[in-house]
């Protein structure tokens, strides 16, 4: 006897077969959606970028480093940092951080504080003495035409990171020692303001960047960790405004600094969990 013949199933029955069949498979771990996870629609963008700073450091002799380290700024020697990583962890601390008393509130009753104290322990630089010079005026503008001089510009032309990195990189490369000792220490700590401590969003480098370097001499006597909270506090507040009114708002002040105190925060935190264990 032969068998019945096989009806072939149509496209409607194999989809109510995989419904039924999913509706009573149990649900795993990455199929429930986290509703803890908080997502933007647009990332913002960081004027913080250790790397362009990364660059010129490599670009400094041994006696060039030893003389930044003499000037109590060794932290920035060690801060090795590529990239600022995660942009959604930086808008998470901005938007948590209240300008009027510069803590990041990260939840359960715990803040993190921004303070001189917290600046030194991270980025290692001087935290005592007189306030940074960092207002535009019209010695700083003329402080920025003498240095477009030195380093070969016009004073029409703009001076941009990309063209004192080529001039150090040439100089390295070819070993013409065309850049003095107090030009390169200048220009690293020019790189320093315009892209690590004190950022904006002009990709140029500002006649404060500048004017700050004009006396060498002068730099370790400035309370430079004041002027990175001060920095951060006026970014906090414009970015409590850029991001109620601009889709994809940028973010300034010493964005580096953030993320590093965080981890350094979560780190203590968890050592100490820890230890308690074993009291």
Request: charged share 25%; glycine share 4%.
């Amino acid at each position: 006897m032969d068998p019945p013949p096989r009806h072939p199933v149509t496209k409607k029955q194999r989809t109510i077969k995989n419904v039924v069949v999913n509706a009573h498979r149990q649900p795993t771990l990455r199929q429930q959606p986290d509703k803890n996870v908080v997502k933007y629609p647009h990332a913002p963008t960081a004027r913080c970028v250790p790397a362009i700073f990364n660059a010129a450091f490599d670009h400094l002799t041994f006696y060039q480093r030893t003389r930044v380290q003499k000037m109590e700024c060794d932290g920035l020697l060690l801060l090795r940092a590529e990239r600022l990583g995660s942009r959604e962890l930086l808008k998470f601390l901005f938007d948590r951080l209240d300008p009027c008393n510069m803590v990041i509130n990260v939840g359960k009753g715990r803040g993190i504080h921004v303070t001189p104290f917290t600046v030194k322990q991270v980025l290692g630089i001087p935290d005592s003495g007189e306030d940074l010079p960092l207002r535009t005026n019209n010695e700083a503008c003329k402080a920025l035409s003498d240095f477009k001089a030195l380093v070969g510009l016009q004073d029409s032309e703009d001076a941009h990171t990309s063209y004192l990195l080529k001039i150090m990189e040439d100089d390295t490369k070819y070993n013409s020692r065309m850049i003095a000792d107090d030009l390169a220490i200048r220009i690293f700590f020019i790189f320093a303001s315009n892209k690590l401590l004190f950022p904006s969003t002009d990709n140029n480098i500002r006649a404060k960047d500048v004017y700050l370097t004009r006396d060498l001499s002068r730099l370790p006597g400035m309370n430079w960790c004041k002027a990175v909270v001060d920095e951060l506090r006026d970014a906090a507040r414009t970015w409590r405004f850029d991001r109620m009114k601009k889709v994809c708002p940028s973010i300034s002040g010493c964005a580096i600094f953030l993320i590093v105190s965080t981890l350094f925060s979560h780190a203590y935190t968890h050592a100490v969990k820890k230890l308690s264990y074993f009291v």
